[in-house]
């Protein structure tokens, strides 16, 4: 069974440039959560997608969208880079009806902005 | 708004009992408080979960006072590979989101 995997693993991008980050959640869970974790900081809430709908959201600006399909697996698009953006993006996955706070985090993709 | 607040950092040595609370003052009526384990770039690690009073597991316990405004996550007998980072998570009171502790980084010396 596999857990949550995460695409890519690592990234470069520059100020102004565009990015897609990609979660797949773990079999039997249809609810994804997004978080970013800078260096030596925890985890952010960025937002959370159940039924191909943005639930809840945290305090991240709108450059930050993402979506979910019909698989429940996610993506995670940031526009208009900064170099504050650079960060471990974190996907985390849950199943509906269980605690909200029972998550299940993929590896991360690591962001660096230039 | 009140933040989830932990000890910065803890040191141990290999066996003895580790305790580490989190004030969690805001937390919402119905949710759970959960411990995570995170490892230098990996994503965090599911540890324990609990409402209310103890809950153990095979790796830790969890105590959770009546007023569930802090919680302490116990860890026996700890090893060298219990170096790590743990973050509480609980859900905020009004808004409902889920927000991590501030993490306590564990140092376990042999």
């Known amino acids: 069974d596999a857990g949550v995997t995460q695409s890519p693993t690592h990234l470069i991008k520059t100020r102004g440039q565009q990015v897609t980050l990609r979660c797949s959640p773990k079999s039997g869970h249809d609810t994804v959560s997004w978080y970013q974790q800078a260096l030596g900081q925890g985890p952010q809430f960025i937002f959370q997608?159940?039924?191909?709908?943005?639930?809840q959201r945290g305090n991240f600006p709108d450059r930050f969208s993402g979506h979910q399909f019909p698989n429940y697996s996610s993506e995670l698009n940031v526009n208009a880079l900064l170099l504050g953006d650079s960060a471990l993006y974190l996907c985390a996955s849950s199943a509906s009806g269980t605690p909200k706070e029972t998550q299940y985090f993929g590896p991360g993709t690591r962001l660096l902005v230039l | 708004l009140a933040k989830t607040t932990q000890p910065i950092s803890m040191d141990s040595y290999e066996g003895q009992e580790v305790n580490i609370t989190c004030s969690h003052n805001n937390i919402a009526t119905n949710d759970y408080i959960t411990w995570y384990q995170q490892f230098p770039s990996q994503g965090p690690r599911f540890i324990i979960q609990g409402y209310k009073t103890k809950v153990t597991n095979e790796v830790a316990s969890l105590f959770i006072p009546a007023d569930r405004k802090s919680s302490t996550l116990s860890l026996p007998r700890v090893s060298l590979s219990d170096t790590a980072v743990y973050y509480c998570l609980v859900g905020e009171r009004n808004t409902d989101k889920l927000i991590f502790g501030t993490g306590t980084r564990l140092q376990v010396f042999p």
């Open positions: 997608y159940y039924e191909e709908e943005e639930r």
